[in-house]
């Protein structure tokens, strides 16, 4: 793996603030696995790679990068060295055929990621993830950042918390899509979703769209959203069934969207399509159990509700215990198992009026910045358009037809282009194309001056840029071959 520095700029209101610091390429599947080696550093893919048939050298494929450590370890007392708490930017880039076949806890492309990790713009596809607890293809468990990920077709087995995002998030995820099939082993365990198995942390502008077979407490998008968790402007648009044969005390807890929504969490403007089988347990057609202080806002459901053996069931949600639906809506027309109530108050609606705006805007959906018709309800975000496919869609992209142009994006001197989206053009130059900008080259008519030159001694010239180099050599005024410092 290399070294390049790159430069961050930051255009703050009336004038310009830069950085630079050092990101490790990741090349290929071995320099990926290698991330282990210094789970601290800073990486980026410098090109989309396959990691068809690779093995770390034990028969279990792509060992998952962090995670090692003890088993039985609190997650909350793991060691620095044993968590992922550096930065990989995909820079849009896709690793293909990632197989990881390990009974193990934290299983992913990351194993556990610490609070100050960043995981952005990069799909994981593809992948074939089967672990022990805690498995995502992008992350087993986290509690950094995760931003504009895919999990394309990924295949995720396990025997509790997972999905094709993270299996469990107390961090912040933005912009991540998974899809493909989600399958849990065991009749009793715990937190299936499509995208987050368990959430207590933030989910922002996500969406599933596939199956997912699933035992307890779980959902289409997230198996349960617990202990203040947050979940905004989400989607899933795919089926979820339960895999069990006998009633589990109610403990089965299934939704279209989640299968709970527990101790003071949130989840608003979000909907479900999914169809919902449950046979035997608490069935809600977007959250199977509202409970303790929890709320949905400005939310709705379509799929059908199979559940009519279950213990409480319901066209949005199954069971509510001191929690609140506020502006939520369901279709009764989709409803081909008969169902014809739901708990905490949601709105059945037929079909045409589900497709009419004006009962959605009238209950205080905002249609400005979120909402926008399609048959249903959908996200503005959402409908428009990523010509280029670089990941930015054109309300964001400054040249949507230029998949290298996008916010973030390196600014590249002297080609008359904003790169980077920032309303600048070539802010810095390279005129003498040594490879260092003008606000770093002391010099920048002379390509043999940069800060990566060696100083040259005697020439009278700071050829690295750094003036605490000497220019001069040490005086010897005996002529003895040894200057002043030594002799």
Known sequence: MKKIILLICFVVLLGMSTSAYALTAVSNCADLQNINNNLSENYFLNNSFDCAGFDFGDGGGFKPIGGNFPAGTNPNNVPASAKFTGTLDGLGNTINNLTINRDMLYVGLFGFTGSTSQIRKLSVDNANINGGAYAGAISGYNYGTISDVR????NVIARSNLATIAGRNYGSINNADGSGNVSITTTTGLHTG???????GLITN?????????ALKSGGFVGSNLDGGVIERSYNNGSISDNHSIPLG?????????GQNMNGSVIRNSYSLADVTNRYDTTGGFVGLNYTNSSIVNSYSTGDVDAQNGRGYGGFVGQNSSSSCIATFWDMDTQTHGVTTSACGSSAMTTAVMQTQSIFTNAGW?????????????FIVDLLVDADGDGYKEDVDCDDADSNVYPGAQEIPDNGIDDNCDGLVDQFMDADNDGYTDEFDCNDNNA?????ATEIMGNGIDDDCDPSTPDTYPADADHDGYNDTVD
Do not use: E
Request: net charge neutral.
């Open 448 to 452: 043999n001056v940069n800060p990566g």
């Open 206 to 214: 996500s969406s599933f769209s596939g199956n997912v077979i699933a």
């Open 250 to 258: 109610g403990m089965g807890r299934i939704g279209g969207f989640a």
């Open 151 to 154: 999990a394309n077709n990924a």
């Open 194 to 200: 499509g995208a987050v198995g368990r959430n207590a």
């Open 366 to 378: 905002d249609f400005t910045n979120i909402w926008m018709m399609d048959a249903y309800p959908a």
